[in-house]
T-cell receptor
């Protein structure tokens, strides 16, 4: 099911700048995950944040979660050309039977 | 190496000719799923399986079949492919114990003429 919404749909920035993507969802969740997809390839898991966490870091990635607003953001600091990809959020709903709910994705382009 | 393997990676076929896309995982995951990805429509789930012999429809199951006879394999069957099934297909697997983090195959690009 597609319940998550991401914005922006597309983002183009200069190498070295920070990139921020947002994700909103509709139901109570166990966790929220971010994935990256390089053009035409399989999605790769980046980071998972649980519903009782507010912020999580992994290398140049910072994820925040606001369950009261049902929203999350992914920040990529000091962007590199290799970060060019599409980024998807996925939520694990509390009432789910293993199904993740996917956002439509943000296409990020890093200009050299 | 932990992985999800899909075959074939690319497939061109004609309308009505039955085909199977195979998917295999080596992580002993209970859950497996098939998605299709189309421009502007994001990832849409076709079918999923919570364990051996347990399958259920996702959001776009029409025209597809699946089976889960063994834990590691989850083939996707198109009995009579049509041009509107031209798409990029992904298989994924996950384990409840790991927060349902999904591991994806490399994808199968299917063209139905």
């Amino acid at each position: 099911s597609q319940q998550g919404e991401e914005d922006p749909q597309a983002l183009s920035i200069q190498e070295g700048e920070n990139a921020t993507m947002n994700c909103s969802y509709k139901t109570s969740i166990n966790n929220l995950q971010w994935y990256r997809q390089n053009s035409g390839r399989g999605l790769v898991h980046l980071i998972l944040i649980r519903s009782n966490e507010r912020e999580k870091h992994s290398g140049r990635l910072r994820v925040t979660l606001d369950t009261s607003k049902k929203s999350s953001s992914l920040l990529i600091t000091a962007s590199r050309a290799a970060d060019t990809a599409s980024y998807f959020c996925a939520t694990d709903p509390m009432d789910s039977n293993y199904q993740l709910i996917w956002g439509a994705g943000t296409k990020l382009i890093i200009k050299p | 190496e932990a992985q999800v393997t899909q075959n074939p990676r690319y497939l061109i076929t004609v309308t009505g000719k039955k085909l199977t896309v195979t998917c295999s995982q080596n992580m002993n995951h209970e859950y497996m799923s098939w998605y299709r990805q189309d421009p502007g429509l994001g990832l849409r789930q076709i079918y999923y399986s919570m364990n051996v012999e347990v399958t259920d429809k996702g959001d776009v199951p029409e025209g597809y079949k699946v089976s889960r006879k063994e834990k590691r394999n989850f083939p996707l069957i198109l009995e009579s492919p049509s041009p509107n099934q031209t798409s990029l297909y992904f298989c994924a697997s996950s384990s409840q114990g790991a927060g349902h983090i999904q591991y994806f195959g490399a994808g199968t690009r299917l063209s139905v003429l």
